[in-house]
């Protein structure tokens, strides 16, 4: 595809329910990212991928969250036990990677999934 | 990542050319401007980035003054479909195989008035 696919585009859930949101990532791009932006507030980064591999789990803020990416492409986060603090738009993001200096380190979004646990 | 200092909201006339500043005095040398916004309910949008040249593209221009510690984007002809936050972010560029997060502030809300 075109640019950055994200799905669902709103999920609403129960608390204590476990929810997969997925994200295909432009063809091509070896690095993916997560991030959340709870209601308005700033961009809170989750995880990065490099190929399949996680680099950087720093921002995962419980070991609720886990995600995984596999063939290099589509990732999946999963939040386990979701609780009301939980509620927030998740972005995922996509970038070249590699060499490419000042190119590869431009990140492209896609539109989010709007979570909300009641 | 070094710290971006922006105003939290600025408003312009439709047209006109509108000026967002950023300052970032911490900046170290390699570490490189980006500028993004984010349209309501939509995801960032990657806008320009650049070192110490100015920098333009169809989107906008990027004046970084000559110390490097201050920077201004410039949409130099402003329509009501700018309307968004603009973050200003710096970091290292990638210089392995591997990439970095971005460190979001708050922004500057620009309001584009008709």
């Known amino acids: 595809g075109a640019g950055v696919s994200q799905s669902p585009s709103n999920k609403v859930t129960e608390k204590g329910k476990d929810v997969e949101l997925r994200c295909d990532p432009i063809?091509?791009?070896?690095?993916l990212y997560w991030y959340r932006q709870s209601l308005g507030q700033g961009l809170e980064f989750l995880i990065y991928?490099?190929?399949?591999?996680?680099?950087?789990k720093s921002g995962l803020p419980s070991d609720r969250f886990s995600a995984e990416r596999t063939g290099g492409s589509v990732s999946t986060l999963t939040i386990q036990r979701t609780q009301q603090e939980d509620s927030a738009v998740y972005l995922c993001a996509s970038s070249r990677g590699g060499r490419h200096l000042q190119r590869g380190n431009i990140q492209y979004f896609g539109a989010g999934t709007r979570l909300s646990v009641l | 990542d070094a710290k971006t200092t922006q105003p939290p909201s600025m408003d312009c006339a439709e047209g006109r050319a509108a000026n967002l500043p950023c300052n970032h005095s911490?900046?170290?040398?390699?570490?490189?401007v980006y500028w993004y916004r984010q349209i309501h309910s939509q995801g960032p949008q990657y806008i320009i980035h650049g070192l110490k040249n100015n920098e333009t593209n169809e989107m906008a221009s990027l004046i970084i003054t000559e110390d490097r510690k201050s920077s201004t984007l410039i949409l130099p002809h402003a329509t009501l479909r700018d309307t968004a936050v603009y973050y200003c972010i710096v970091r290292v560029p990638v210089i392995i195989q591997g990439a970095q997060k971005l460190v979001f502030g708050q922004g500057t809300r620009l309001t584009i008035n008709p």
């Open positions: 063809s091509g791009h070896t690095a």
């Open positions: 911490t900046i170290s040398g390699n570490e490189y």
């Open positions: 991928f490099q190929g399949n591999s996680a680099p950087d």
